[in-house]
Nanobody, 120 residues
Framework: VQLQASGGGLVQTGGSLRLSCAAS????????MGWFRQAPGKEREFVAF???????TNYADSVKGRVTIAKAGADTVYLQMSSLKPEDTAVYYC???????????????WGQGTQVTVSS
C-alpha cells in the first residue's frame, strides 16, 4: 500500500495540528497504522499506532494526552495533536504494518513525511 501524509505546518507553542495519512486503497482489518517522527540528528521515534480491526491504540509517553490517532474513513488515518511543544518539531511519518509495535522496522509501508514545526 502507498501512503500519503499531509497536514504539517508551522504552529505556535500550545497550538494544534491534524495530520492525515491517505492510503492508496482500503486499509485491511489486519493492518496496524502508525505514526512516527524524526527530528534533525535524532532517530525515528514512535508516536502512536492504531490496530484497524479493534481500534486499539497506543501512544508514546511523550505525547500521551495530547495526541489522538483515529480512523477517518476506510482508507485514511489521522493524528490530532494539541498543546504542541517545540520538542514536537519533527518530520512526521505514517506507516502501515501488521504488528502492534512501537518499533519502526516492524512497519513495512511508509509515507513520505510531513514537517511539523512548533515555534516557541
Amino acid at each position: 500500500v502507498q501512503l500519503q501524509a499531509s497536514g504539517g505546518g508551522l504552529v505556535q507553542t500550545g497550538g494544534s495540528l491534524r495530520l492525515s495519512c491517505a492510503a492508496s486503497r482500503r486499509i485491511y482489518s489486519s493492518t496496524v497504522m502508525g505514526w512516527f517522527r524524526q527530528a534533525p540528528g535524532k532517530e525515528r521515534e514512535f508516536v502512536a499506532f492504531l490496530r484497524w480491526s479493534t481500534g486499539r491504540t497506543n501512544y508514546a509517553d511523550s505525547v500521551k494526552g495530547r495526541v489522538t490517532i483515529a480512523k477517518a474513513g476506510a482508507d485514511t488515518v489521522y493524528l490530532q495533536m494539541s498543546s504542541l511543544k517545540p520538542e514536537d518539531t519533527a518530520v512526521y511519518y505514517c506507516a502501515a504494518g501488521v504488528q502492534a509495535s512501537t518499533t519502526a522496522r516492524d512497519f513495512t509501508s511508509w509515507g513520505q513525511g510531513t514537517q511539523v514545526t512548533v515555534s516557541s
